[in-house]
């Protein structure tokens, strides 16, 4: 049999643990200092809330967590920036009617050309 204390003591600890940290009687700035330091994806790295012998490996894992995920939308918004927004190769110049020149579109805005047709009065041109 336990003691009433060691219960009360058991009993407190579990309510604290099951209800979230947003309904305990602490001020507003230390909540949300608290709910940054836990959960913020960059703060988290230097303000981390943990302590003891695993702090410093779970710090680690988080580094490499978020350099991982900043390279992939590194890489992914430069294939996509390329695609919508792609650089002047020249082609441009070449075509001298305005249906060839305005066909070629973008792959993601349809409605984009690559080139444009300028209807001058002595000169017609497709640029880039």
């Not at 939308?73 to 650089?87: H, T």
């Not at 001298?96 to 444009?116: A, E, G, H």
Request: glycine content about 4%.
């Amino acid at each position: 049999a336990q003691s009433p204390a060691a219960v009360l003591h058991y009993v407190t600890q579990y309510i604290l643990e099951t209800v979230p940290a947003v309904f305990r009687l602490k001020s507003h700035l230390h909540q949300l200092v608290e709910e940054l330091k836990c959960h913020h994806r960059y703060l988290s790295l230097f303000l981390s809330a943990e302590e003891g012998s695993h702090a410093h490996g779970n710090r680690l894992l988080k580094v490499a967590e978020v350099l991982t995920v900043q390279t992939l939308l590194m890489f992914l918004l430069a294939i996509l920036y390329d695609l919508q927004s792609p650089s002047d190769d020249g082609s441009c110049t070449a075509w001298t009617t305005k249906d060839t020149c305005l066909r070629r579109r973008s792959p993601l805005d349809p409605s984009q050309s690559y080139c444009s047709w300028s209807d001058g009065d002595a000169d017609t041109s497709c640029s880039f």
